[in-house]
């Protein structure tokens, strides 16, 4: 993602130039990658039904995300 100009927040190896973007507010609430999958589909490979999986965005990812968009 960082080859695209779109770093995942919380990458230790990655984030760092952009993160100086950021509030403290907000850096002092990511304590981990914020990437999410909220589907994941797959074939199963014993009895090949196709299984789709779903999860809802963590709470401390949504209060990162209401951040974000409260500055936008």
């Given at each position: 993602m960082t080859s695209l100009g779109h770093p995942i927040i919380g990458d230790?190896?990655?984030f760092t130039k952009n993160?100086?973007?950021?509030?403290?507010n907000l850096k002092?609430?990511?304590?981990r990658h914020l990437l999410h999958a909220s589907k994941i589909k797959f074939i199963h490979p014993t009895t090949k039904k196709k299984i789709t999986l779903y999860s809802e965005?963590?709470?401390d990812?949504?209060?990162?995300?209401?951040?974000?968009?409260?500055?936008?």
């Open positions: 230790k190896l990655y993160s100086a973007k950021l509030s403290k002092a609430n990511i304590s965005v963590p709470e990812m949504q209060k990162i995300i209401d951040i974000l968009e409260e500055k936008n």
